[in-house]
């Protein structure tokens, strides 16, 4: 996983004024993949906010043409990598797709939405990640159509070893804008944390499983 530290504290920031970072030790988040944590990342809200939204879509962009170059098609994850995705695409002039966690049940039983073609090559857009098993499943479906992935690029990632494990396996780079640490060392420096937050941010993602057993 590989991120710019400046950015990364950039995003931080934006995500913390705009309360899309929520924390509750008392009531601890409960995640799709059974994980509970005491934060929650919800990039969604960026959305909202036009100079958030396109820094975000500029920075993304930046990387794509940086460090990939050409691709042929830019896919969302579905459904927080949709409108992210859409607008990277159409700044970049490229066509957009975005991929269904599992097919539907009905109509053309569809996972991947949108016209691709096998042998493309394609850039994934997710906005965030947490064990990267939705994320990798988007992959799947793309090799599956005969799609060459390039990479994948996350507003935020919270850097969990099961996450890094399972990109490397699954060969696919990872750009993001922003991770969990960077993240709380922002929150530290603008007192967005309590010292008993801190502890137990830190305690969680020392041992995500072990924490969720208290």
Same mark, same amino acid.
């Not at 931080?12 to 990342?41: D, M, R, T, V």
């Not at 036009?50 to 579905?78: C, L, M, Q, S, W």
């Not at 060392?185 to 937050?197: F, G, I, M, P």
């Given at each position: $996983?590989?991120?710019?530290?400046?950015?990364?504290?950039?995003?931080?920031?934006?995500?913390? =004024?705009?309360?899309? !970072? &929520?924390?509750?030790?008392?009531?601890?988040? %409960?995640? +799709?993949?059974? #994980?509970?944590?005491?934060?929650?990342?919800?990039?969604?809200?960026?959305?909202?906010?036009?100079?958030?939204?396109?820094? !975000?879509?500029?920075?993304?962009?930046?990387? %794509?043409?940086?460090?990939?170059?050409?691709?042929?098609?830019?896919?969302?994850? +579905?459904?927080?990598?949709?409108?992210?995705?859409?607008?990277?695409? =159409?700044?970049?002039?490229?066509? /957009?797709?975005?991929?269904?966690?599992?097919?539907?049940?009905? @109509?053309?039983?569809? =996972?991947?939405?949108?016209?691709?073609?096998? @042998? =493309?090559?394609?850039?994934?857009?997710? *906005?965030?990640?947490?064990?990267?098993?939705?994320? #990798?499943?988007?992959?799947?479906? #793309?090799? *599956?159509? @005969?799609?060459?992935?390039?990479? $994948?690029? +996350?507003?935020?990632?919270?850097?969990? *070893? !099961?996450? &890094?494990?399972? /990109?490397?396996?699954?060969?696919?780079?990872? /750009?993001?804008?922003?991770?969990?640490?960077? #993240? %709380?060392?922002?929150?530290?420096?603008?007192?967005?944390?309590?010292?008993? *937050?801190?502890?137990?941010? %830190?305690?969680?993602?020392?041992?995500?499983?072990?924490? @969720?057993?208290?």
């Amino acid at each position: $996983m590989k991120y710019n530290e400046e950015i990364a504290l950039k995003i931080s920031e934006y995500l913390l =004024q705009i309360k899309a !970072i &929520k924390l509750n030790n008392n009531n601890p988040f %409960i995640w +799709a993949s059974g #994980l509970k944590s005491p934060i929650y990342c919800d990039n969604r809200i960026t959305l909202s906010y036009p100079k958030i939204r396109n820094y !975000i879509r500029h920075e993304f962009v930046k990387i %794509i043409n940086e460090e990939f170059g050409d691709a042929d098609v830019i896919a969302g994850v +579905a459904t927080g990598g949709i409108a992210q995705g859409a607008l990277v695409a =159409q700044e970049l002039g490229l066509p /957009f797709v975005y991929i269904r966690s599992s097919k539907k049940s009905h @109509g053309m039983s569809n =996972q991947i939405e949108g016209y691709i073609e096998s @042998g =493309q090559s394609v850039i994934v857009i997710e *906005d965030l990640i947490s064990t990267g098993k939705s994320s #990798l499943n988007a992959v799947s479906a #793309l090799r *599956d159509a @005969g799609c060459r992935v390039m990479g $994948m690029l +996350a507003i935020f990632s919270y850097n969990l *070893d !099961i996450a &890094k494990e399972n /990109f490397k396996k699954s060969e696919v780079p990872l /750009f993001t804008l922003s991770d969990y640490e960077n #993240l %709380i060392k922002k929150a530290v420096e603008d007192n967005y944390v309590s010292d008993e *937050d801190v502890y137990s941010l %830190i305690k969680w993602r020392e041992n995500p499983k072990k924490w @969720g057993e208290k």
